[in-house]
T-cell receptor, first 113, second 110 residues
Framework: DQQVKQNSPSLSVQEGRISILNCDYT??????FLWYKKYPAEGPTFLIS?????DKNEDGRFTVFLNKSAKHLSLHIVPSQPGDSAVYFC????????????FGTGTRLKVLA | NAGVTQTPKFRVLKTGQSMTLLCAQD?????MYWYRQDPGMGLRLIHY???????AKGEVPDGYNVSRLKKQNFLLGLESAAPSQTSVYFC?????????FGPGTRLTVL
């Protein structure tokens, strides 16, 4: 049973437009969520996070929204740039003395110039 | 400050061979994790450590062993490699809830 799902394996967006990446989860005990960006042949790099006590967190062009009732989070990138082309993973954790994250399968974003 | 480094970057093994993957971090983090990533799947936790001398099993620990003899190093061992262990392996260290990943080791088991 996949607890964290990214149902769109790929997404193409024009440069300058908004990119919206979605993530759904099933475990209501998850209390911390992160987004990572991954380029080929590199490790994932941390992008932005949100705790369950918030419903929005912004960092520059990146905003993460959390809808706890729907068990859904989304990452908005505005405006999208060609350098944003990468695979994006969402991850969720229920803190139990340590953070053990469950990762989604990733969404490949392609920003078209 | 190199962050998290992994050696080797690539390795090809024959079935039944053994090897050790090394993860090193220079951020003085207590927690370190080993993941594997397979096509079409997210990262899955193999083993983790909450401090020097401690290790614990993650989601997919079978066929792997780990050791954390020094705070800065976390070793992942394969005693008898199997084709099912062909994967990309990522190490991470953690500060608070945020993980910092190494560049990965691509392992092929023939």
């Amino acid at each position: 049973d996949q607890q964290v799902k990214q149902n769109s394996p790929s997404l193409s967006v024009q440069e300058g437009r908004i990119s919206i990446l979605n993530c759904d989860y099933t475990n209501s005990m998850f209390d911390y969520f992160l987004w990572y960006k991954k380029y080929p042949a590199e490790g994932p790099t941390f992008l932005i996070s949100i705790s369950s006590i918030k419903d929005k967190n912004e960092d520059g062009r990146f905003t993460v929204f959390l809808n706890k009732s729907a068990k859904h989070l989304s990452l908005h990138i505005v405006p999208s740039q060609p350098g944003d082309s990468a695979v994006y993973f969402c991850a969720a954790s229920a803190y139990s003395g340590t953070y053990k994250y469950i990762f989604g399968t990733g969404t490949r974003l392609k920003v078209l110039a | 400050n190199a962050g998290v480094t992994q050696t080797p970057k690539f390795r090809v093994l024959k079935t039944g061979q053994s090897m050790t993957l090394l993860c090193a971090q220079d951020m003085n983090h207590e927690y370190m994790y080993w993941y594997r990533q397979d096509p079409g799947m997210g990262l899955r936790l193999i083993h983790y450590s909450v401090g020097e001398g401690t290790t614990a099993k993650g989601e997919v620990p079978d066929g792997y062993n780990v050791s954390r003899l020094k705070k800065q190093n976390f070793l992942l061992g394969l005693e008898s490699a199997a084709p099912s262990q062909t994967s990309v392996y990522f190490c991470a260290s953690i500060q608070g809830p945020t993980q910092y990943f190494g560049p990965g080791t691509r392992l092929t088991v023939l």
